[in-house]
Protein backbone atom coordinates (compact mmCIF):
# COMPACT_ATOMS: atom_id res chain seq x y z
CA UNK A 1 0.00 0.00 0.00
CA UNK A 2 3.01 2.37 0.49
CA UNK A 3 4.11 1.91 -2.81
CA UNK A 4 0.61 3.38 -4.21
CA UNK A 5 1.05 6.89 -1.73
CA UNK A 6 4.11 7.65 -3.38
CA UNK A 7 3.25 7.35 -6.75
CA UNK A 8 0.10 9.57 -6.19
CA UNK A 9 2.02 11.76 -4.55
CA UNK A 10 4.52 12.29 -7.71
CA UNK A 11 1.32 12.53 -9.90
CA UNK A 12 0.18 15.59 -8.41
CA UNK A 13 2.06 18.24 -9.95
CA UNK A 14 4.25 19.48 -12.53
CA UNK A 15 7.70 18.48 -12.77
CA UNK A 16 10.11 21.85 -13.48
CA UNK A 17 10.72 20.51 -17.00
CA UNK A 18 6.82 20.46 -17.63
CA UNK A 19 6.41 23.56 -16.76
CA UNK A 20 9.60 24.95 -18.75
CA UNK A 21 8.35 23.03 -21.65
CA UNK A 22 4.83 24.34 -21.35
CA UNK A 23 6.13 28.26 -21.15
CA UNK A 24 7.99 27.42 -24.08
CA UNK A 25 5.00 26.45 -26.31
CA UNK A 26 3.32 29.16 -24.83
CA UNK A 27 5.94 32.07 -25.46
CA UNK A 28 6.26 30.77 -29.18
CA UNK A 29 2.13 31.32 -29.58
CA UNK A 30 2.35 34.57 -28.39
CA UNK A 31 5.41 35.50 -30.49
CA UNK A 32 4.45 33.82 -33.76
CA UNK A 33 0.59 35.64 -32.78
CA UNK A 34 2.24 39.34 -33.07
CA UNK A 35 4.73 38.75 -36.04
CA UNK A 36 0.95 37.49 -37.99
CA UNK A 37 -0.18 40.84 -36.54
CA UNK A 38 2.05 42.95 -37.30
CA UNK A 39 2.31 41.95 -40.57
CA UNK A 40 -1.32 41.78 -41.51
CA UNK A 41 -1.21 46.21 -39.86
CA UNK A 42 1.17 46.20 -42.57
CA UNK A 43 -0.55 44.84 -45.47
CA UNK A 44 -3.24 46.85 -44.15
CA UNK A 45 -1.25 50.43 -44.56
CA UNK A 46 -0.34 48.84 -47.94
CA UNK A 47 -3.50 48.62 -49.09
CA UNK A 48 -4.87 52.32 -47.91
CA UNK A 49 -1.79 53.82 -49.53
CA UNK A 50 -2.28 51.58 -52.92
CA UNK A 51 -6.06 52.90 -53.02
CA UNK A 52 -4.78 56.44 -51.73
CA UNK A 53 -2.41 56.49 -54.79
CA UNK A 54 -5.67 55.33 -57.46
CA UNK A 55 -7.29 58.31 -56.06
CA UNK A 56 -4.73 60.16 -56.21
CA UNK A 57 -4.18 59.16 -60.21
CA UNK A 58 -7.83 59.66 -61.00
CA UNK A 59 -7.58 63.19 -59.83
CA UNK A 60 -4.12 64.16 -62.01
CA UNK A 61 -6.12 62.36 -65.05
CA UNK A 62 -8.63 64.71 -64.53
CA UNK A 63 -7.54 67.47 -63.89
CA UNK A 64 -5.35 67.18 -67.16
CA UNK A 65 -7.92 66.46 -69.18
CA UNK A 66 -10.06 68.95 -68.13
CA UNK A 67 -7.03 72.01 -68.58
CA UNK A 68 -5.14 70.57 -71.18
CA UNK A 69 -6.55 68.09 -73.06
CA UNK A 70 -4.23 65.09 -73.18
CA UNK A 71 -1.83 63.70 -70.42
CA UNK A 72 1.99 64.98 -70.26
CA UNK A 73 3.84 62.27 -72.61
CA UNK A 74 6.84 62.61 -70.61
CA UNK A 75 7.09 64.51 -66.78
CA UNK A 76 6.99 63.40 -63.64
CA UNK A 77 7.39 65.91 -60.64
CA UNK A 78 6.11 65.50 -56.72
CA UNK A 79 2.12 64.88 -56.30
CA UNK A 80 2.24 67.57 -53.37
CA UNK A 81 3.06 70.10 -55.44
CA UNK A 82 0.39 68.91 -58.45
CA UNK A 83 -2.29 68.19 -55.95
CA UNK A 84 -1.68 72.01 -54.42
CA UNK A 85 -1.67 73.31 -58.14
CA UNK A 86 -5.07 71.56 -58.58
CA UNK A 87 -6.24 73.21 -55.30
CA UNK A 88 -5.34 76.26 -56.04
CA UNK A 89 -6.82 76.21 -60.06
CA UNK A 90 -9.93 74.87 -58.86
CA UNK A 91 -10.19 77.28 -55.21
CA UNK A 92 -8.81 80.57 -56.39
CA UNK A 93 -9.75 83.87 -56.41
CA UNK A 94 -12.84 83.51 -57.67
CA UNK A 95 -14.05 82.33 -54.07
CA UNK A 96 -15.81 79.22 -55.05
CA UNK A 97 -15.07 75.71 -56.44
CA UNK A 98 -14.74 74.91 -60.21
CA UNK A 99 -17.98 73.13 -61.07
CA UNK A 100 -16.58 71.28 -63.68
CA UNK A 101 -13.77 69.49 -60.90
CA UNK A 102 -15.74 66.62 -60.01
CA UNK A 103 -13.00 64.61 -58.24
CA UNK A 104 -11.96 66.24 -54.87
CA UNK A 105 -8.39 67.22 -53.81
CA UNK A 106 -7.19 64.49 -51.29
CA UNK A 107 -3.40 65.06 -49.94
CA UNK A 108 -1.90 61.42 -48.52
CA UNK A 109 -0.36 61.86 -45.14
CA UNK A 110 3.65 62.64 -46.30
CA UNK A 111 2.57 63.93 -49.22
CA UNK A 112 5.79 65.42 -50.04
CA UNK A 113 7.73 62.25 -50.50
CA UNK A 114 4.77 61.12 -53.24
CA UNK A 115 5.86 61.02 -56.55
CA UNK A 116 4.19 60.95 -60.29
CA UNK A 117 5.72 60.07 -63.19
CA UNK A 118 4.54 59.75 -66.65
CA UNK A 119 6.44 57.68 -69.83
CA UNK A 120 5.31 56.57 -73.32
CA UNK A 121 5.63 52.82 -73.21
CA UNK A 122 4.88 52.23 -77.01
CA UNK A 123 2.54 53.50 -79.91
CA UNK A 124 0.51 51.68 -82.29
CA UNK A 125 -2.25 52.39 -84.94
CA UNK A 126 -5.47 51.98 -84.38
CA UNK A 127 -8.36 51.64 -86.67
CA UNK A 128 -5.80 53.95 -89.17
CA UNK A 129 -4.84 56.99 -86.24
CA UNK A 130 -1.72 56.23 -84.89
CA UNK A 131 -1.61 56.50 -80.69
CA UNK A 132 0.77 56.61 -77.56
CA UNK A 133 0.20 54.10 -74.94
CA UNK A 134 1.51 56.25 -71.94
CA UNK A 135 2.20 54.75 -68.33
CA UNK A 136 1.51 57.31 -65.20
CA UNK A 137 2.69 55.59 -62.07
CA UNK A 138 1.75 56.88 -58.92
CA UNK A 139 5.14 56.40 -56.09
CA UNK A 140 5.50 56.54 -52.46
CA UNK A 141 7.68 55.37 -49.42
CA UNK A 142 6.13 52.00 -47.96
CA UNK A 143 6.94 51.71 -44.23
CA UNK A 144 10.70 52.47 -43.16
CA UNK A 145 12.08 52.07 -46.95
CA UNK A 146 14.34 54.81 -47.98
CA UNK A 147 13.04 54.42 -52.23
CA UNK A 148 9.74 55.28 -53.03
CA UNK A 149 7.86 52.17 -54.51
CA UNK A 150 5.21 52.11 -57.16
CA UNK A 151 1.85 51.83 -55.72
CA UNK A 152 -0.10 52.69 -58.50
CA UNK A 153 0.12 52.16 -62.46
CA UNK A 154 -2.28 53.01 -65.05
CA UNK A 155 -1.76 52.39 -68.80
CA UNK A 156 -3.81 54.69 -71.18
CA UNK A 157 -4.36 55.06 -75.00
CA UNK A 158 -3.92 58.82 -76.00
CA UNK A 159 -3.91 59.88 -79.99
CA UNK A 160 -0.16 61.65 -80.97
CA UNK A 161 0.78 64.39 -81.91
CA UNK A 162 -2.88 66.37 -80.57
CA UNK A 163 -4.63 66.70 -77.62
CA UNK A 164 -7.54 64.30 -77.39
CA UNK A 165 -10.36 67.44 -78.04
CA UNK A 166 -9.01 68.23 -80.98
Keep these: MKIKTENLRLRQAFTLLEVIVGLFLMGSLVAS ?15 KQKHQANDIAETLLTNWYETRGDVPTRDQGFVATELGRIAAMNFGSQGGSNPGMVHQVVNPPNAEQWLWRTQPVGARTVCG ?19 PQSLASIELVQRQGMSVFQ
Design 129 to 147: LPVAVIRLEIFGKVGNQKV
Design 33 to 47: SLVAISAHQHSIALA
